[in-house]
């Protein structure tokens, strides 16, 4: 009787083992071929990223840790827990981009007050059928394990920074610009789009301080404040189709009811995201406005802003702030170009 059952067993892991085999063929998911890469998105800025994988979309494995209801609608309606419940955010990521040492130890990240509100909004707000990415096969994958605790419970979900977009189910779904610079700063800090999330941070900590200092209603010609002659309009033409521009990211802009791309032209030095990020010395206005000159200098040339605060200097164009110049020890370091909000 002991014989018969012990060869019974022994032909179960033979099956077994077989099926180990068969699953890790070259039709697998996982690979590092550079022939299979067909990723749409670049982060735009010098990268040596051997370590990072290439996987495949679908994963026929749901996610347990992050219960959704259905996929469809509002996911803040969707989720079997309270978001307004979370009291705590923590992000972790294995590697970071463009890092080349290979003994970092990987770190989390806790989030202050601010950043875990705009997850929670973010997510929240989150339209699953508007913001359904629709990617090919395969992509370059970075993930950022999100992590959320609420009620003595966690719930965590894979946020992919390559893309810009939350992992729910078998999908991914679009975050907004606001998580792409949050999560630049932390996992890609010398992009652009970290330079923005800092330049965010110090102008929210200035105008908690000065209040924010409203000056003057003195209107501006657009002439005026337009680099090199182009305004908000056509530089957005330029840069969207300069051969140069990469797209390092997308979001679902719902303003437009349409996806907008995050972009960044290295050799331009131009970023857009939420507004166009102007970094290079070699644009300015007919005045003479540009990237390193002092404040004295900008109050003799266009006088005093219609709304400023230590870090940052905003001006009328027409009946809106479309003009604005970030400081950094009373020096220019970026211009701003904004449409209405």
């Given at each position: ?242 051969p140069d521009t990469e797209q390092i990211g997308l979001e679902y802009n719902i303003a437009i009811n349409d996806y907008s791309p995050l972009l ?66 009373n020096q220019v370091i970026v211009m701003l170009l904004t449409l209405p909000v």
């Amino acid at each position: 009787m002991f014989l018969p059952c012990v060869l019974f067993v022994l032909s179960l892991c033979l099956v077994a083992c077989h099926n180990v085999n068969s699953s890790s063929s070259p039709s697998s998911t996982l690979t590092n071929d550079p022939a299979l890469i067909d990723s749409p998105l670049s982060l735009g800025d010098d990268q040596d990223n051997n370590e990072l994988l290439i996987i495949d979309k679908k994963s026929n494995e749901r996610d347990e840790k992050f219960p959704v209801k259905a996929y469809k609608g509002q996911l803040g309606e969707q989720l079997e827990f309270d978001l307004n419940s979370v009291t705590q955010i923590t992000l972790f990521s294995p590697n970071q981009l463009g890092n080349k040492e290979s003994d970092i130890e990987p770190k989390e990240i806790v989030l202050d007050e601010n950043f875990t509100q705009y997850i929670k909004q973010n997510l929240f707000w989150l339209y699953l059928e508007s913001y359904k990415v629709d990617l090919p096969p395969q992509f370059i994958s970075h993930p950022i394990i999100i992590t959320l605790f609420a009620n003595n419970e966690q719930y965590e979900l894979t946020y992919e920074l390559m893309i810009n977009a939350y992992k729910l189910g078998d999908e991914y779904y679009y975050a907004d610009h606001e998580v792409a610079e949050l999560m630049s700063l932390y996992f890609n800090p010398d992009s652009k789009l970290a330079k923005v999330a800092l330049l965010k941070q110090l102008h929210s900590a200035a105008h908690n301080v000065d209040g924010g200092l409203q000056f003057y209603e003195h209107r501006y010609e657009f002439e005026q404040l337009s680099l090199n002659h182009l305004d908000y309009h056509e530089w957005y033409e330029l840069i969207a189709e300069h051969p140069d521009t990469e797209q390092i990211g997308l979001e679902y802009n719902i303003a437009i009811n349409d996806y907008s791309p995050l972009l960044y032209n290295p050799k331009l030095d131009i970023l857009f995201s939420d507004a166009l990020y102007f970094f290079s010395d070699q644009l300015e206005t007919i005045d003479g406005i540009k990237i390193g000159i002092k404040k004295d200098e900008v109050l003799k040339k266009l006088g005093k802003p219609n709304y400023g605060v230590n870090t940052k200097w905003s001006y009328y164009i027409g009946d809106y702030l479309k003009f604005h110049l970030y400081f950094d020890e009373n020096q220019v370091i970026v211009m701003l170009l904004t449409l209405p909000v």
